[in-house]
């Protein structure tokens, strides 16, 4: 396999392949799909035009369905990025950011670059569900991380305020 290429398979619940092809179905609305927790996992860039293929077969007792995406890559769009390509360390810094062990966490913060090419950060539960995000984009990856850690920082000791909206 070479370096462009990714594979993993993987058996679990309904609940827990709905969420997977939840984060999937946003990274493709974003622009930018994460494949997998480990360091083998890679980030691929995704166009605004791409053809789906859906494939349905029985064979004996067995059944399979096949979502196969597909598209150019061109010129400027670098077709896979591992979490080893980043410059300047800030993949031990996302790692490091982030869970590293799934099995401790219930969520992961992400960092990717939204469609308009600004860096930003989210906060995914296992489930798929977006708790957090940045609320603003990034023209440099370094400075999403940098608000990434700011709020990690200084929301461990946060307080939880109550407001109420008063209607006239």
């Known amino acids: 396999m070479s370096r462009d290429d990714y594979e993993d398979e993987l058996t679990a619940s309904r609940e827990e392949i709905a969420a997977i092809l939840s984060g999937v179905a946003?990274?493709?609305?974003?622009?930018?799909?994460?494949?997998?927790?480990?360091?083998?996992?890679?980030?691929?860039?995704?166009?605004?035009?791409?053809?789906?293929?859906?494939?349905?077969?029985?064979?004996?007792?067995?059944?399979?369905?096949?979502?196969?995406?597909?598209?150019?890559?061109s010129s400027e769009m670098s077709p896979?990025?591992?979490?080893?390509?980043?410059?300047?360390?800030?993949d031990e810094e996302i790692a490091r950011l982030g869970a590293t062990d799934v099995a401790q966490s219930l969520a992961r913060f992400e960092v990717y670059r939204?469609?308009?090419?600004?860096?930003r950060w989210r906060l995914r539960h296992r489930n798929g569900n977006i708790i957090a995000t940045s609320g603003e984009g990034y023209?440099?990856?370094?400075?999403?991380?940098?608000?990434?850690?700011?709020?990690?920082?200084?929301?461990?000791?946060a307080a939880i305020a109550e407001e109420t909206c008063s209607r006239k």
């Open 80 to 90: 896979v990025s591992s979490l080893d390509s980043t410059p300047e360390g800030e």
């Open 139 to 157: 023209t440099r990856k370094h400075n999403a991380l940098k608000g990434l850690r700011s709020v990690i920082a200084n929301s461990a000791d």
């Open 26 to 73: 946003e990274g493709i609305r974003t622009g930018s799909v994460r494949l997998g927790d480990s360091p083998d996992a890679v980030t691929v860039e995704t166009p605004d035009e791409l053809t789906l293929e859906i494939e349905l077969e029985t064979e004996d007792d067995e059944m399979s369905l096949e979502l196969e995406l597909e598209w150019t890559v």
């Open 114 to 119: 939204a469609r308009n090419e600004e860096w």
